[in-house]
Structures are given as C-alpha cells and as structure tokens.
C-alpha cells in the first residue's frame, strides 16, 4: 500500500514540527505513553481477573469503576501515539509490527465494545464473590491476550524493517 500521502500530510502538519523541533517533546512523549500504558493495562488486569474469577474477593461494581481508569490510560496512549506518528510517519507507515500493533488494538476496541454491550450491565447485577458468565470470561480472557500482543507489537515496531 503507498503511504506516502498520509507520510506527507502529517510532515505537513504543526504538531510534526513540535514533536521534531522541541528536544524534550519526543522524550516526554515516550514516557507519558509508557505511563498510558500502565494505567490502562493495569485496570483491565483488574476488570478482566474479577471477571475471570481470578479476583472474585473485588466486588464486581468496584472492579468495572475501573473502566473509566483504562480509558483515560487509552486516551494517552492515543494522543501520544499520534505524536510519534506525526513525527516519524514513514518509520511507522508500512512497518510490519507497526501495522499488527493497530489491527490488534482494533480488535481488542471490538472486544471492550462487544464487553460493554454485551455483558457489562450483567456484570454490574452480580452479588460479591459471584461468577461471571463463560462469555463474559471470554471476553476478558481475549482482551488480557489482545492487550499482551498490542505490548509486544509496540516493543517490536523499532526492531522490525519496514
């Protein structure tokens, strides 16, 4: 596929020349999204493990209030992401472990959304200690899979030729 129009936009764009004129923004960048990432893995370790009866000592209401948690922790992701994309697209546009990263993070956004419609407000009626239903469990046990992949795939991306 030819991503030299979408390299060329974000080339084009101010936040480019912020990410790559600004010494500190690329480094604080790399540290917020690591902190991203520890936020929002580490709510849905918590949401996941109660609705896989790993933690059934959580109430299940207190476990799903982290939800909200892991959103926000996305939500850096997602912001500094598009940093990293902005400053260096064409080492991220076509790289191998680049293009597996965000397929893998579209699929775990449809097993959080198949989670929230789903299961979620059934979720929410179960007493303390009580099991969650075998497709609930599915759906966390995918996610904790999705979102271990998702960090593998990041950790490659420099190491991967495009």
């Known amino acids: 596929m030819n991503w030299e129009p979408l390299a060329d936009w974000f080339v084009s764009t101010k936040l480019h020349s912020l990410v790559v004129d600004n010494f500190w923004v690329f480094p604080m960048c790399e540290t917020l999204h690591f902190l991203g990432l520890i936020v929002l893995f580490g709510?849905?370790?918590?949401?996941?493990?109660?609705?896989?009866?790993?933690?059934?000592?959580?109430?299940?209401?207190a476990a799903m209030a982290y939800i909200p948690?892991?959103?926000?922790?996305?939500?850096?992701n997602l912001i500094t992401g598009i940093c990293f994309m902005s400053a260096e697209p064409t080492a991220y546009l076509g790289n191998f472990a680049f293009g597996w990263k965000m397929a893998l993070i579209l699929l775990a956004g449809v097993n959080a959304l198949w989670f929230w419609f789903g299961e979620h407000k059934k979720?929410?009626?179960?007493?303390?200690g009580e099991d969650a239903p075998f497709s609930a469990k599915l759906i966390a046990f995918t996610s904790i899979v999705l979102w271990v992949l998702?960090?593998?795939?990041?950790r490659m991306i420099p190491y991967v030729d495009q």
């Open 123 to 128: 979720l929410l009626q179960l007493a303390d």
């Open 43 to 61: 709510a849905l370790i918590v949401v996941d493990f109660r609705v896989m009866g790993l933690a059934r000592f959580i109430n299940m209401k």
């Open 150 to 154: 998702v960090i593998i795939g990041g």
């Open 69 to 76: 948690v892991a959103l926000l922790g996305f939500a850096v």
